[in-house]
Structures are given as structure tokens and as C-alpha cells.
């Protein structure tokens, strides 16, 4: 049982560049979600899914996309790297109920990716 | 107004010290409030739920004041470990983060 799995660790691109970050989770969760931290700040959700074939934008989804195709993967896209888009990224999974908002849901992170756009 | 306000700190502290710091949110229909902690370019790892009634969790306390809206965390006999920066997380059928509570608990 891994958890939550986010590839790569670390990445530098270029102005204009493209590039998807992995993450998978093997613990059947319904809800996936990316979140990207600035230095000194809290979380910002950018995309979320409740679901397979379901996604949703969340705080700063300007930039990015995801997909969901299948339970365990949610990958993130960046089309057009831009310098505002260097941050720390985190993949999160959870399992949500289907009452309004589980008093037990508890997010599992993945360790994270360190993206630097130049 | 932000969802989720946290005093960043730092705070720091000895070792053997109680440390305790507040989270106030701004929704009133937040359902379910956790702590957690995430060292330094790591991964937010949960340290604890909080109860309407308060909880322990060994040398942690957290409360919760619907009226006030705001929870709190106390960290007693604070150990070198407990540096960190604690994130305060709110739940109104989306998850509100805090930008944390710096803890730097020295020797």
C-alpha cells in the first residue's frame, strides 16, 4: 500500500514549456485533489475530482488542467509554464461519504513536487 | 477576509514548554476542523482531528469555539521534534487551509 504517489520530485522548465505531474493513490479514494504552495503560504487548491471522469476547478486554476480517467490517477498539466507557476506542488487523496461533509474525511499527501519555471 | 487565519509565528519556545497558538475561520458552516503538521518542504501530515468536546492526543490539545469561531492547539512539554509548521484546516464540503503556525522549539 504506497498511499499517494507524485512524480516527478523535482522539475525546471522553461518559459512556454509543457509538462504533467503524476499522481496515483492505491487506496480507492473517491476524491483527489492538486494543491500549490508558495514560500510562507498556505495550501491553494488549483483542481479537484470527486470521482472518476469528474473534475472541478478549485482557488487558481488559471494555467493548469487535470483529467481523471480512472480511480487512481490525476494528473496535473501545465500547457504554457509561466515564472508564476514555480511553487510546490501536492497531490492529495481522500475518501468522502456521500452525506454532506465526512467528519472523518482525512487528506493523504503526496511528498510533493518542487517546480521551478525560468 | 481569508477563510482560514493563522498568527505564522514563529514561536519559539525551550524544550519542556507549552506552546499554544489559534486558527479562526470565517465560514460559520464549517463541518470538521483538523491540525496539521508539515516540516519543512514535506508533505502536510495529519496530527489531529477536532472535536466540538475538545481532544487530547498524548501532549496535544485541541479545542473548538463554534461561538467564536476560531480552534486552538496546545502543545505541553514541547520536544526538539515538535518544530514545524502546524496548518489549521477547515471543512465547509471544501478543505480551507491556514498558512500555518510556525514552531521552533529549542535546546
Redesign the interface.
Known amino acids: 500500500n504506497a498511499g499517494v504517489t507524485q512524480t516527478p520530485k523535482f522539475r525546471i522548465l522553461k518559459i512556454g514549456q509543457s509538462m504533467t505531474l503524476q499522481c496515483a493513490q492505491d487506496m480507492n479514494h473517491n476524491y483527489m485533489?492538486w494543491?500549490r504552495q508558495d514560500p510562507?503560504?498556505?495550501?491553494?487548491?488549483i483542481y479537484?475530482s470527486v470521482g472518476a471522469g469528474i473534475t472541478d476547478k478549485?482557488e487558481v486554476p488559471n494555467g493548469y488542467n487535470v483529467s481523471r480517467s480512472t480511480t487512481e490517477d490525476f494528473p496535473l498539466r501545465l500547457e504554457l509554464a509561466a515564472p508564476s507557476q514555480t511553487s510546490?506542488y501536492?497531490c492529495a487523496s481522500s475518501y468522502r461519504g456521500t452525506e454532506?461533509?465526512?467528519?472523518n474525511?482525512?487528506?493523504f499527501?503526496?511528498?510533493?513536487t518542487?517546480l521551478s519555471v525560468l | 477576509r481569508k477563510e482560514?487565519e493563522q498568527d505564522?509565528g514563529p514561536f519559539n519556545v525551550p524544550e519542556g514548554a507549552t506552546v499554544a497558538f489559534n486558527c479562526t475561520y470565517s465560514n460559520s458552516a464549517s463541518?470538521?476542523f483538523?491540525w496539521?503538521r508539515q516540516d519543512c518542504?514535506?508533505?502536510?501530515?495529519?496530527l489531529m482531528?477536532v472535536y466540538s468536546s475538545g481532544n487530547e492526543d498524548g501532549r496535544f490539545t485541541a479545542q473548538l469555539n463554534r461561538a467564536s469561531q476560531y480552534i486552538s492547539l496546545l502543545i505541553r512539554d514541547s520536544k526538539l521534534s515538535d518544530s514545524a509548521t502546524y496548518?489549521c484546516?477547515c471543512?465547509?464540503?471544501?478543505?480551507s487551509?491556514?498558512?500555518?503556525t510556525t514552531v521552533t522549539v529549542r535546546a
Do not use: C, H, I
Open positions: 485533489y494543491y510562507g503560504m498556505g495550501l491553494k487548491l479537484y478549485g510546490v501536492f454532506y461533509a465526512s467528519t474525511e482525512k487528506l499527501f503526496g511528498s510533493g518542487q | 482560514v505564522p463541518q470538521s483538523f496539521y518542504r514535506k508533505e502536510p501530515k495529519l482531528s496548518l484546516v471543512n465547509d464540503y471544501k478543505l487551509f491556514g498558512a500555518g
